[in-house]
T-cell receptor, first 120, second 114 residues
Framework: AQKVTQAQTEISVVEKEDVTLDCVYE???????LFWYKQPPSGELVFLIR??????QNEISGRYSWNFQKSTSSFNFTITASQVVDSAVYFC?????????????????FGQGTILTVHP | GAGVSQTPSNKVTEKGKYVELRCDPI?????LYWYRQSLGQGPEFLIY????????DSGLPNDRFFAVRPEGSVSTLKIQRTERGDSAVYLC????????????FGPGTRLTVL
């Protein structure tokens, strides 16, 4: 069965600091997707990124970057030069291929989330 | 364009009552998902639909929970004989297809069972 672990329950930083959110996953599938979502105080989950299991290339989008390492089953998320608006709960999630032909990616398994607070 | 919408935004009910929660997915999205999020936890999968059929309902906690999507668009999550433990935020998401793209989430319905 799939599992996602976000060991950091809460992180507090001062604006402009870099911060890394850890995510470790477990799956028996060789084909899967990994995701990061942001949940600001308003409550609505906002999609940040999706990576498939065959693409280990790191990705950068503005101040955000992601490090995917299959060898350690990790998919870590770094925010560079953090800002107060980055304060939110961040969730890592996993979606496995399942069913005949491995075509079912429907179910997301989320980690417990990391509460990030960025102080001015 | 419009995102995923959910109604009501808040629902307070008494133990033992029946409730219905509605989800309107993004137009053109064939896959629709329901999750439940308890305080301080990540969302927990309940069920997803591809078109009108439930493709995976393995997350429904028991037979008091049921969901339908009769025309392949709007979905209703139905909870019978509500219990206090059902109190949570119920989230709906949709995607272009099960294999296509990310899931876009709605604002959720906060259910409180007194």
């Amino acid at each position: 069965a799939q599992k996602v672990t976000q060991a950091q329950t809460e992180i507090s930083v001062v604006e402009k600091e870099d911060v890394t959110l850890d995510c470790v996953y477990e799956t028996r599938d060789t084909t899967y997707y990994l995701f990061w979502y942001k949940q600001p105080p308003s409550g609505e989950l906002v999609f940040l990124i999706r990576r498939n299991s065959f693409d280990e290339q790191n990705e950068i989008s503005g101040r955000y970057s992601w490090n995917f390492q299959k060898s350690t089953s990790s998919f870590n998320f770094t925010i560079t030069a953090s800002q107060v608006v980055d304060s939110a709960v961040y969730f890592c999630a996993l979606s496995e291929a399942g069913g005949a032909g491995g075509t079912s990616y429907g179910k997301l398994t989320f980690g417990q989330g990391t509460i990030l607070t960025v102080h001015p | 364009g419009a995102g995923v919408s959910q109604t009501p935004s808040n629902k307070v009910t008494e133990k033992g009552k029946y409730v219905e929660l509605r989800c309107d997915p993004i137009s053109g999205h064939t896959a629709l998902y329901w999750y439940r999020q308890s305080l301080g936890q990540g969302p927990e999968f309940l069920i997803y639909f591809q078109g009108t059929g439930a493709a995976d309902d393995s997350g429904l906690p028991n037979d008091r929970f049921f969901a339908v999507r009769p025309e392949g668009s709007v979905s209703t999550l139905k909870i019978q004989r509500t219990e206090r433990g059902d109190s949570a935020v119920y989230l709906c998401a949709s995607s272009l297809g099960v294999n296509q793209g990310e899931q876009f989430f709605g604002p959720g319905t906060r259910l409180t069972v007194l």
